[in-house]
């Protein structure tokens, strides 16, 4: 990796990093839902505040990134993490901007995205006007949390069922097309829905003069992609979605720099890191079609170890090991 793009900012909410939490996911879809949250331990957790370039920040340290930018109209969010880490979440949000939080931004319903969503937006605040058009009767109750309509299906519940989070965390403004559009604090963003990738409902957001893309958990540098197929995930959307992050990326001189990729988790990165990610997750894919094609069974494929040379890099997460990947993979396809 480039190292010149992963100075610090001067300003560190607490020196280190999430590290050593154990997991005990065994279940495919518990890891989805959970991803990894459920025996993280946060007593010691710590926060860092990253700049990345132009006016948008990187907090890493609370098992998911979480993006910041900043500017003359307030703060807004891409993801809030876990709840546990709100508090810290919260401070640095106050020691970088002058003005209170107005977006929440959720590039999908994972807990580790969604899970700090309540306090979180608690802590800012909603003003008409501008890009706010609709009659928000809870203007001041928050920030505004946007995203696509199928983040808030997964969040909620039909009439009569029990939601599996708190109405507060839902978001509070959706869009059902494949892209909404915002201008703020001098910037233009997209909010970019991403069909069928890991879930029915992903989102990339592109800070256009930054030149940062916001790629939440369709790209990891630590990990396999966590696929749910329940929830409408595929192996096929999801190297469509990385191509699309590709394509979007610019360079800005031998395949180094230019647009930057803030992944959910793991380092910052630019285009060549996400291109080394999206032909692993397309050759991954094209083994499992092979093997498909020739009707093996579910544990057969997994016999045949198809991801054993990218294991050392992506395989050390056990709340989503390399079996899952390659059953995810293995049932999207058979879909």
């Known amino acids: 990796m480039n190292r010149r793009l992963l100075n610090p900012l001067s300003l560190l909410i607490a020196a280190g990093a999430l590290a050593g939490a154990a997991y005990a996911q065994t279940d495919p879809m518990t890891a989805a839902e959970s991803h990894g949250e459920q025996n993280a331990d946060f007593s010691k957790a710590e926060l860092h505040v990253w700049s990345v370039q132009g006016n948008i920040y990187m ?28 508090d810290k979440v919260i401070a640095a949000i106050k020691k970088m901007s002058e003005r209170p939080l107005q977006y929440i931004i959720n590039t999908n319903s994972y807990p580790d995205s969604t899970s700090g969503n309540e306090p979180v937006r608690l802590a800012g605040t909603t003003i008409t006007g501008a890009n706010v058009t609709n009659d928000i009767r809870d203007s001041r109750d928050g920030a505004q949390i946007l995203a696509n309509e199928n983040v808030l299906t997964r969040m909620s519940a039909p009439t009569g069922k029990k939601s599996p989070t708190p109405p507060g965390a839902w978001p509070t403004d959706t869009f059902l097309g494949r892209e909404k559009t915002l201008y703020f604090n001098g910037e233009p963003i997209e909010i970019i829905l991403q069909p069928n990738a890991l879930t029915d409902g992903d989102s990339i957001v592109f800070f256009r003069k930054s030149d940062v893309i916001s790629a939440g958990d369709l790209f990891n540098t630590d990990g396999y992609p ?15 979605a990385l191509t699309h992050i590709v394509n979007m990326a610019v360079v800005e001189h031998e395949e180094e720099g230019g647009t930057l990729v803030i992944p959910g988790h793991g380092h ?35 016999a045949a170890k198809l991801t054993r040379d990218y294991d050392p890099l992506y395989g050390h997460n056990s709340y989503w090991t390399p079996d899952m990947f390659v059953e995810a993979a293995y049932k999207s396809l058979k879909k």
């Open 268 to 302: 910052l990165c630019d285009q060549a890191e996400v291109v080394e990610y999206r032909d692993m997750v397309a050759i991954v894919r094209d083994r499992v079609k092979e093997l498909v094609k020739k009707g093996m069974t579910l544990e057969q494929v997994k």
């Open 226 to 240: 966590v696929i749910d197929v329940e929830k409408g995930g595929t192996i096929e959307g999801t190297v469509l």
């Open 59 to 86: 907090l890493v340290g609370d098992g998911a990134n979480i993006t910041l930018q900043v500017g003359k109209q307030g703060a807004l969010l891409v993801d809030t993490g876990f709840d546990k880490m709100s």
